[in-house]
T-cell receptor, first 109, second 114 residues
Framework: EDQVTQSPEALRLQEGESSSLNCSYT??????LFWYRQDPGKGPEFLFT???AGEEKEKERLKATLTKKESFLHITAPKPEDSATYLCAVTEYGNKLVFGAGTILRVKS | DTAVSQTPKYLVTQMGNDKSIKCEQNLGHDTMYWYKQDSKKFLKIMFSYNNKELIINETVPNRFSPKSPDKAHLNLHINSLELGDSAVYFCASSQGPGRRYGYTFGSGTRLTVV
């Protein structure tokens, strides 16, 4: 049973072409939804935590939003350096992070 | 000044061997984790320790044994390695549940079993 589903699997954008990544989850008692960025050969790097529906967080060209069933990571005017795999994860209880499979983002100049 | 460091970064070994991966964090966090990332890039939790106490033990073959000598260190020992153990293993740490500040990951250990 998939608890976290990310779409699309891969996304190619031109520099400056804004878009959104989706993360849908099926956990019943969400305690936190996380977004991470992972570059090749490196560990995931923490971006945001969202706790409740309606919450939004921003960092540079990235904005994360949360509803009761999904989260979006909006990328505004992306640059080539935004190319990475973006991972979504949730916690239900305790400390366990359950990850989605990720979205591979490629931004071409 | 690396926050979560793992050694070795690469490990190539033959089937049947026993190997260990070491992890150290200098963030003062209470909780440490081992995650496995398979060839499809799926990250799955294996173990978690809070202040040297095992608190999460997912369905992992008992050939995998974690050890936490103190709250800054979490090692992973793997016995009788199999081809399917090939993956990238990540260590991570968090302050308590990590819900507010997230988890800090190491750069991973790529294990290849031949």
């Amino acid at each position: 049973e998939d608890q976290v589903t990310q779409s699309p699997e891969a996304l190619r954008l031109q520099e400056g072409e804004s878009s959104s990544l989706n993360c849908s989850y099926t956990v019943s008692g969400l305690r936190g939804l996380f977004w991470y960025r992972q570059d090749p050969g490196k560990g995931p790097e923490f971006l945001f935590t969202l706790y409740s529906a309606g919450e939004e967080k921003e960092k540079e060209r990235l904005k994360a939003t949360l509803t009761k069933k999904e989260s979006f990571l909006h990328i505004t005017a992306p640059k080539p350096e935004d190319s990475a795999t973006y991972l979504c994860a949730v916690t239900e209880y305790g400390n366990k992070l359950v990850f989605g499979a990720g979205t591979i983002l490629r931004v071409k100049s | 000044d690396t926050a979560v460091s793992q050694t070795p970064k690469y490990l190539v070994t033959q089937m049947g061997n026993d190997k260990s991966i070491k992890c150290e964090q200098n963030l003062g966090h209470d909780t440490m984790y081992w995650y496995k990332q398979d060839s499809k890039k799926f990250l799955k939790i294996m173990f978690s320790y809070n202040n040297k106490e095992l608190i999460i033990n997912e369905t992992v073959p008992n050939r995998f044994s974690p050890k936490s000598p103190d709250k800054a260190h979490l090692n992973l020992h793997i016995n009788s390695l199999e081809l399917g153990d090939s993956a990238v293993y990540f260590c991570a740490s968090s302050q308590g549940p990590g819900r507010r500040y997230g988890y800090t990951f190491g750069s991973g250990t790529r294990l290849t079993v031949v």
